[in-house]
């Protein structure tokens, strides 16, 4: 069963003015399970980790992963390049280059989409490939 996001919302301020304190035993175990399980389905229908935005790169078509690194070489260069260089060589006032960190996949998965928020799945998993492809550690 799907709810609406104002649904759900109306469901929880309804929660929040039920004085869960008074409650006893079962009727209060139920109730947070309930919270909690609706946040988790919730989460689970609407959230996204950067792993899965990311995607795994090993499974890619050599085709795609060329056509996936393009455009995220593409993207990188004009978002990117003016801080970090074309390949991450540029030294930071924050640290090392970008291509000397030892970022892991779901690290540059979660900076990339914090930087492109608004872009399309497919561009910010280009991106990342992209950065992966120059990283040097991990």
Known sequence: MKVS????MCI?????????????????????????LSLGGWLFAYGQSP?????ADTSL?????????AIGKKLFVERCAKCHDERGDKPLGSGPPLSE??????????????????APDEQKRAVALYVRSFMKGK
Do not use: C, H, W, Y
Not at 5 to 8: G, L, Q, V, Y
Not at 16 to 23: A, Y
Not at 61 to 69: D, V
């Open 12 to 36: 929880i301020l309804e929660l929040r003015s039920v004085k869960v304190g008074t409650m006893r035993g079962a009727r209060k175990t139920a109730l947070v399970t309930i919270m909690v």
């Open 101 to 118: 960190r030892k970022l892991s996949n779901g690290e540059i998965a979660r900076s990339v989409s914090g930087r492109f928020k608004d």
């Open 51 to 55: 792993k899965q935005v990311a995607g």
């Open 5 to 8: 996001f104002p649904a759900r």
């Open 61 to 69: 078509a050599k085709e795609e992963r060329e056509r996936l690194l």
